[in-house]
T-cell receptor
């Protein structure tokens, strides 16, 4: 079945440093979504990417979808303590269910 | 505009009891999904429902687990004869269509003692 791998599992940075998490799928994806879950909270939808090679930005966050539609990345520029949480990618092949990666837990040292 | 409502937030059950988890999707959302999350783990798909229909239950254990989304009322995830391994956070999500982002509820933290 479809698998979504995400690395790294944990990332600790100093405030102001950049952060990147990577997502790889075993199958070609029709779209990929990114979510953020704060400690003790629930996942919150950030963005969806659909087109091959697509790049989207939300303030300090940059999301990319690979040309082959099998990988994606989330890059945060100049991290802040408010960025703390676990970032999940979730991919879908066709109309199948959304499969989540295991997430990257980000901690930021002030 | 209320979000996805889940209750209870916390549920403690003894081994062998039944657990009932409720989820009311966002207004206008007809697609409901249940996910399970263990500590420090990702979200594992359980079931996808629309009103009165189970669309995909490939992530549901074959025994003791069932889900429904009746014509009226919330979606229910039922776990019969709970065991310690069922302890987890259960999240419900909804969307207006299948290809949209999901809105998650705050989850139900189930503890089996």
């Amino acid at each position: 079945g479809q698998q979504v791998m995400q690395i790294p599992q944990y990332q600790h940075v100093q405030e102001g440093e950049d952060f990147t998490t990577y997502c790889n799928s075993s199958t070609t994806l029709s779209n990929i979504q990114w979510y953020k879950q704060r400690p003790g909270g629930h996942p919150v939808f950030l963005i969806q990417l659909v087109k091959s090679g697509e790049v989207k930005k939300q303030k300090r966050l940059t999301f990319q979808f690979g040309e082959a539609k099998k990988n994606s990345s989330l890059h945060i520029t100049a991290t802040q303590t408010t960025d703390v949480g676990t970032y999940f990618c979730a991919g879908r092949s066709g109309s199948e269910k959304l499969v989540f990666g295991k997430g990257t837990k980000l901690t930021v040292n002030p | 505009n209320a979000g996805v409502m889940q209750n209870p937030r916390h549920l403690v059950r003894r081994r062998g009891q039944e657990a009932r988890l409720r989820c009311s999707p966002m207004k206008g959302h007809s697609h409901v999904y249940w996910y399970r999350q263990l500590p420090e783990e990702g979200l594992k798909f359980m079931v996808y429902l629309q009103k009165e229909n189970i669309i995909d239950e490939s992530g549901m254990p074959k025994e003791r687990f069932s889900a429904e989304f009746p014509k009226e009322g919330p979606s229910i995830l039922r776990i019969q004869q709970v065991v310690r391994g069922d302890s987890a956070a259960y999240f419900c999500a909804s969307s207006p269509e299948t290809l949209y982002g999901y809105t998650f509820g705050s989850g139900t933290r189930l503890t089996v003692v």
